[in-house]
């Protein structure tokens, strides 16, 4: 079984034992919905510790509200603030390249190049900042560029030759 990160745990949210997650997935209503079984791990380790089912989930602000059935108050969840949800991915599984997209660990490594193949750079982070995703590129003189991930610039990603093919826009690379 494999895990992937689907978030992490900010903070407490009241005197319930539910939790504020900053999440790093782009589908958190179909993550977190009731019933839905999350994993804990420690921070940036993808060994689980324990199995956690939903209870309930809802958007506050910029974070993810979650409800867990194994805690009932803020003694029981205040430990875990700084700990990451997994959620079961299977190897086969069909999740794994979906119509809905890809997951963050099949973009970071990505080779980016224009579509006349001038290399641009390779994906070393996703960031989260809102409408859409900014991955970040780094060229090989260590520059760094953030190209929004929307049509207009990425014009096609290639997983067989672990590529992307994108339109730099005026004003994205000095």
């Known amino acids: 079984m494999r895990y992937l990160k689907v978030g992490k745990i ?15 997935t782009d ?3 179909v993550r977190y919905k009731k019933g839905n079984v999350l994993f804990l791990a420690h921070a940036d380790e993808k060994t689980p510790l ?5 209870v309930s989930y809802r958007r506050q602000k910029n974070l993810d509200i979650l409800k867990f059935d194994s805690f009932n108050n803020i003694n029981q969840v205040e430990q875990y603030k700084g700990y990451d ?3 079961a991915i299977e190897e086969n599984s069909d999740e794994i390249n979906t119509e809905d997209g890809l997951y963050y660990f099949e ?3 990505l080779t980016v190049e224009t579509a006349n193949g001038q290399l641009v750079g390779t994906i070393t982070d996703i960031l989260s900042p809102g409408a859409n995703d900014v991955w970040v590129v780094t060229t090989d003189n260590k520059q760094t560029i953030y190209l929004p991930a929307i049509k207009d610039v990425i014009k096609a990603i290639d997983m067989s030759e672990r590529k992307v093919v994108v339109e730099l826009i005026e004003g994205l690379v000095e």
């Open 10 to 24: 900010v903070n407490t949210q009241g005197l319930k034992g539910e939790l504020r997650i900053q999440s790093v």
């Open 27 to 29: 589908q958190p209503e």
């Open 50 to 54: 324990m199995e956690l089912k939903i």
């Open 85 to 87: 949800l997994l959620v």
């Open 107 to 109: 973009i970071m490594g």
